[in-house]
């Protein structure tokens, strides 16, 4: 945003008062439109200058709110990013007019951007531009300062709409008119010398004079009212120009708020395009990954479940023969202790053919530590004479044996 001062121009004096300004505006041919002062008065200027009527301040109000939470990257140095949110909600409420939110750098940097035209503002303290473009081809809105208001310069000389063109038809009837009016003034022009023509036939004739000046005096007034008539046409020709000129300028303004709006929407969805096609490609990579390993899979599965039939069977068998020969391995086990302590107990006592309680708990003391816990699991089921013979061991093992090999067996499976 440029904001400076202009130095190739009238400067009007520094430190003048507003009178004295407004006085030296008014001698180079400006006049100075006065606008409401309230918080609304820079919108009200926009306003004035676009649709010749400050009342539709709030549209423009709105329209630079907009302009504002769509490019917030172009008012950082301006303002930071949250007070900037909060400036925006505040300049969307309305407001009784009494608030103290005057105009601001933001405010003109926003109009200017949104409606593409430059800003010229004569103040007490010198001249000040916010320039959106130097080139020329831009509006330009001249207002005077007043402490923290605005109002609107006009130019006396200009007669027509400013940043507006007429229709080529209507430049042709305005210029035919004036045209008109050129011959007829040339016809007034000639009666100035039929007068002088007249002075010498009434010095020669009075009677033939009278006669003449009352016949030209006839056709002057036919002509006269002729005049007028077009003169009167061309006045209702300019009018319809002007509404023409009202009317375009407002549909320009409205088509620049729609195509302001259009290209805010297709940013978004430029953006949102873009987003949509990371995602695609991040739903692509893992659809191709997925389904290689999903054909892995089914290249596994494939013939495989008949292959993993049998070797469930084959395992279950295995672990029956398994279970079998380690039943038998632990009964001949636990057998030849019977004979060992046995013979070690009675060793002139071939007939005995039992063992006390001690010399049995002594026989599950030796054993390793495995053995000794799953010998507890089945102390209960001892005899509860202190005499244990080979019958009642035998029991006592095969108990020992099959419950706890199975239950080994079957967590292990």
């Given amino acids: 945003m440029s904001d400076e001062e202009v130095n190739d121009e009238k400067t009007y004096g520094i430190c003048l008062t507003f009178e004295e300004l407004k006085t030296a505006l008014e001698g ?100 000040r531009e916010v320039i959106f473009e130097k080139s020329g081809n831009c509006q330009t809105i001249e207002l005077i300062q007043r402490n923290d208001y605005f109002h609107i310069l006009k130019k006396i000389t200009y007669t027509g709409e400013k940043g507006t063109s007429r229709p080529e038809a209507s430049n042709k009837n305005t210029l035919a008119a004036s045209n008109g009016i050129s011959w007829k003034f040339g016809i007034f022009g000639f009666f100035c010398v039929l007068s002088v023509i007249w002075g010498f036939v009434f010095f020669l004739s009075q009677g033939t004079a009278y006669l003449w000046v009352s016949i030209c005096g006839i056709i002057e007034s036919l002509f006269g009212m002729y005049h007028f008539t077009s003169l009167i046409k061309l006045q209702e020709t300019v009018d319809k120009i002007h509404k023409e000129n009202l009317r375009y300028k407002k549909n320009n303004f409205h088509l620049t708020n729609e195509l302001q709006e259009l290209q805010i929407e297709v940013e ?133 044996v099959n419950q706890n090999t199975f239950a080994t067996n079957t967590a292990s499976y």
């Fill in 268 to 400: 978004r969805l430029k953006n949102i395009r873009i987003s949509l096609e990371s995602d695609k490609d991040i739903l692509t990579r893992a659809y191709h990954t997925y389904k290689g390993f999903n054909e892995k899979f089914q290249q596994l599965l494939d013939g495989k479940t008949e292959h993993l039939k049998c070797l469930k069977h084959s395992s279950q068998s295995l672990i029956k023969r398994w279970q079998i020969n380690l039943v038998k391995r632990e009964k001949s086990i636990w057998n030849k202790l019977w004979d060992f302590f046995e013979s070690a107990s009675h060793p002139s006592q071939n007939s005995a053919n039992c063992l006390t309680r001690l010399q049995f708990e002594q026989l599950i003391a030796n054993l390793p530590m495995e053995f000794q816990v799953r010998y507890r699991n089945v102390r209960g089921k001892f005899p509860k004479q202190n005499i244990i013979t080979y019958k009642q061991f035998s029991g006592l093992i095969d108990y020992y």
């Fill in 28 to 127: 180079d041919g400006f006049r100075v439109h006065v606008v409401k002062e309230d918080c609304n008065n820079l919108f009200r200027c926009v306003s004035c200058y676009f649709e010749n009527t400050e009342e539709d301040y709030w549209t423009y109000r709105e329209s630079c709110s907009m302009y504002i939470e769509g490019h917030t990257i172009e008012f950082i140095g301006l303002m930071d990013e949250s007070d900037l949110e909060q400036y925006c909600e505040k300049l969307k409420k309305k407001s009784s007019g009494n608030e103290t939110l005057f105009a601001s750098k933001v405010e003109l940097y926003a109009l200017t951007r949104r409606y593409r035209l430059n800003i010229r503002i004569y103040g007490v303290d010198g001249i």
